[in-house]
C-alpha cells in the first residue's frame, strides 16, 4: 500500500514493562526510520535502517531500546523496562532509495504510567 | 546544540495573508532541506523540499526561499486558508536523517 502503517496506535504500559511497536513501511521502499515526538512537538532521531541493516543509530538509547527490521516482517521498535520519559509518540517513515522525502505513519502514542 | 532554529513558535493570520516560517541552520553539510505539515493525531507530511543550488522553490501556494550564505531558509504560504492551521516543521538532513526545527503552530482566522 501507500501508506506507512504503525500498530498499534496506543499503548500504555506501567513503568518497567516492555513495550513493542511496529511499523509497515512502503512497499518498495527500502529505507526505514524511527522518530520520537515528544509533548513539545520536538523530534528526535532514534534509529534508521535500509532494508535490514542498521543505517544509522546515532540517537539510539541502547541500554533500554532495540530496533529490528527484518525481511518479510514489520519492522519493529521495543524498550525494555520503560521509563515515565518515554512516553511520547513513536513515528516510523520510509522512503525509496532514490528519494529524499520520507513518508511517516500515524505515529504509536505510547503512554508510560 | 540545537542545529536547526525555527521561528515563530505560534502565528495568527488572516485567511487570504501571507504566513512566513523562518529556519536558520548551523551545519553547512546539510544538503536537503524540507518542510513538513502535521494536523493533530497525525504524521508529518511532506509539503515541499529544496536543496541548497537553488534560491527558491514555490509549488502551488508554497514557496521556499534559500539563503545559502546566511544559513537561512523560510516557507511562504500565499493566501492562507483555515485548512492550512496545523503546524509546521522544517528540516534539515545530511546522510538521509532528518533534523526538525521545534515547530510553527499556524493558525489561520476565517
Known amino acids: 500500500g501507500e501508506e506507512v502503517a504503525q500498530t498499534p496506535k496506543h499503548l500504555v504500559r506501567g513503568e518497567g514493562q516492555k513495550a513493542k511497536l511496529y511499523c509497515a513501511p512502503i512497499?518498495?521502499?527500502?529505507?526505514v526510520f524511527w522518530y520520537q515526538q515528544v509533548l513539545k512537538n520536538e523530534f528526535k532521531f532514534l534509529i534508521s535502517?535500509?532494508?535490514?541493516?542498521?543505517?544509522?543509530e546515532t540517537g539510539m538509547p541502547k541500554e533500554r531500546f532495540s530496533a529490528k527490521c527484518l525481511p518479510n516482517s514489520p519492522c519493529s521498535l521495543e524498550i525494555q523496562a520503560t521509563k515515565l520519559e518515554d512516553s511520547a509518540v513513536y513515528f516510523c517513515?520510509?522512503?525509496?532509495?532514490?528519494?529524499?522525502?520520507?513518508?511517516f505513519g500515524s505515529g504509536t502514542r505510547l503512554t508510560v504510567v | 546544540q540545537q542545529q536547526v532554529k525555527q521561528s515563530p513558535q505560534s502565528l495568527i493570520v488572516q485567511k487570504g495573508g501571507i504566513s512566513i516560517i523562518n529556519c536558520a541552520y548551523e551545519?553547512?553539510?546539510?544538503?536537503?532541506f524540507p518542510w513538513y505539515q502535521q494536523f493533530p493525531g497525525k504524521g508529518p507530511a511532506l509539503l515541499i523540499a529544496?536543496?541548497?543550488?537553488?534560491s527558491e522553490k514555490k509549488e502551488g501556494r508554497f514557496t521556499i526561499s534559500f539563503n545559502k550564505s546566511a544559513k537561512q531558509f523560510s516557507l511562504h504560504i500565499m493566501d492562507s486558508q483555515p485548512g492550512d492551521s496545523a503546524t509546521y516543521f522544517c528540516?534539515?538532513?545530511?546522510?538521509?536523517?532528518?533534523?526538525f526545527g521545534k515547530g510553527t503552530m499556524l493558525l489561520v482566522s476565517p
Open positions: 535502517f535500509q532494508n535490514e541493516n542498521v543505517f544509522d
Open positions: 512497499k518498495g521502499h527500502s529505507y
Open positions: 551545519n553547512t553539510a546539510f544538503d536537503y
Open positions: 528540516a534539515a538532513s545530511r546522510y538521509s536523517t532528518l533534523t
Open positions: 529544496i536543496r541548497p543550488d537553488v
Open positions: 517513515a520510509s522512503r525509496t532509495d532514490r528519494g529524499e522525502g520520507y513518508t
